[in-house]
């Protein structure tokens, strides 16, 4: 018997935004900023990058290629898709 797998895609689980808050929360929580702008792209996917990308300002290939895997966005750019995404940062102790 032969076992088959596929890729898993975050995307497809991020379908409220509890589920998105965590998410991101536990991407915020690790310490990685690669992690948290891979999660950031999850959740735009999960949204739609368009609709994300109408709200932050770069178009959709330059928000794609900025929460790509190479991209390096800015803090004010991370910080217009938090917003996008219905969240916001706050800061508490540790």
């Known amino acids: 018997m032969t076992l088959k797998t ?3 895609n975050a995307a497809e689980h991020l379908d409220s935004p509890e589920m998105i808050k965590e998410y991101i929360q536990a991407a915020i929580e690790e310490d990685d ?3 948290l702008r891979l999660a950031l792209a ?3 996917k999960a949204k739609g990058m368009g ?3 109408d709200q932050t ?6 928000l794609d290629t900025l ?5 390096n966005p800015s803090f004010g750019t991370v910080n217009k898709v938090i917003r996008a995404l219905g ?7 540790l």
């Open 6 to 8: 596929s890729v898993w």
């Open 33 to 35: 900023p690669e992690l």
């Open 42 to 44: 999850d959740v735009a």
């Open 51 to 53: 609709i994300v990308a």
């Open 57 to 62: 300002q770069p178009n959709r290939q330059n």
């Open 67 to 71: 929460l790509s895997a190479t991209g």
């Open 87 to 93: 969240l916001k940062l706050s800061v508490s102790e």
